[in-house]
């Protein structure tokens, strides 16, 4: 059973270039989060969603970052004009039924120049 | 609002050391809480996780007591590996998320 894919593993935008990172997550599970991880920091949750539908945002910049994860398809996480503080790694976790253990993938390392 | 705190690191030890990394949480009721592991480059690994006060988690010769008296849930393990250098998350679920420490980097040297 594969686990958590994420890609691309590393990405480099320029400053107000747009940064898609996707998410598969575990076979079987409905239930995605995305984390930001910041250089010496802990991990700050952004969203979680669940196919077709944002259950909470609570963690998400209110500009240029948007979440979705659509019926058919990976969990995506977009950020538009992106700027140099949005250099960090970006998680998604997975998750059967909304039960609390979460699976993390390999993450997407984004650099702004 | 629900919070963890972790000690602050790096913690340097040599191999067959003992170790310690002290959890303290804040939380409404008595949620799960875990430990999980981050090696350099790669994604959160969960570690060992513990559901209800008193439980013992453990794995890979690694424990960690829920104590509710103390709101702690310290990591340790009697003899650790160089392969054992990583950052160390304490973490606990909040509604739909987890809430994490700061994390715990640990070196190891030979």
């Known amino acids: 059973n594969a686990g958590v894919m994420q890609n691309p593993r590393h990405l480099v935008r320029r400053r107000g270039q747009e940064a898609r990172l996707r998410c598969s997550p575990m076979?079987?599970?409905?239930?995605v989060y995305w984390y930001r991880q910041l250089p010496e920091e802990g991990l700050k949750f952004m969203v979680y969603?669940?196919?077709?539908?944002?259950?909470?945002e609570s963690g998400m910049p209110k500009e240029r970052f948007s979440a979705e994860f659509p019926k058919e398809g990976p969990s995506i996480l977009r950020i538009q004009q992106v700027v140099r503080g949005d250099s960090a790694a970006y998680f998604c976790?997975?998750?059967?039924?909304?039960?609390?253990?979460?699976?993390f993938g390999p993450g997407t390392r984004l650099t702004v120049l | 609002g629900d919070s963890v705190t972790q000690m602050e690191g790096p913690v340097t030890l040599s191999e067959e050391a003992f170790l310690t990394i002290n959890c303290t949480y804040t939380a409404t009721g008595y949620p799960s809480l875990f430990w999980y592991v981050q090696y350099p480059g790669e994604g959160l690994q969960l570690l060992l996780k513990?559901?209800?006060?008193?439980d013992k988690g453990s794995n890979k010769g690694f424990e960690a007591t829920y104590r509710k008296e103390t709101t702690s849930f310290h990591l340790e393990k009697g003899s650790v590996q160089v392969s054992d250098s990583a950052v160390y998350f304490c973490a606990l679920p909040n509604t739909d998320k987890l809430i994490f420490g700061t994390g715990t980097r640990l070196q190891v040297f030979p």
């Open positions: 969603l669940q196919k077709e539908n944002i259950i909470d």
């Open positions: 513990a559901t209800k006060a008193d």
């Open positions: 076979k079987g599970h409905s239930h």
């Open positions: 976790a997975s998750s059967p039924r909304g039960y609390n253990e979460q699976f």
